[in-house]
């Protein structure tokens, strides 16, 4: 989107040079926003998932039992949340 914006403004102020220059300036731009803010979620999702499950944890232990229906509870998130392999 970024790209057709550039290219766009290039085009209005630039022709056709501009148009190329502002395409080449947006789709710059829309990598380096992508980059950061999907770096940035990934982060964050990964604190809330480490924080959420280790508050579950704490809980399910607090009465020193944990039951199959904390277990079933805790595999029921893993699924909907789809987290495979070391993530679970």
Do not use: H, P, W
Request: glycine residues 14%; contains cysteine; proline residues 0%.
């Amino acid at each position: 989107m970024l790209t057709f914006i550039g290219a766009l403004l290039g085009a209005t102020f630039g022709g056709f040079s501009g148009l190329i220059i502002g395409g080449l300036i947006g789709y710059g731009a829309n990598f380096a926003l992508r980059r950061f803010v999907v770096g940035s979620l990934q982060v964050t999702q990964s604190q809330l998932l480490d924080s959420t499950f280790s508050i579950m944890g704490a809980l399910c232990k607090a009465d020193t039992v944990v039951s199959r229906e904390e277990i079933n509870a805790v595999e029921q998130m893993f699924n909907m949340l789809r987290l495979q392999g070391e993530s679970r």
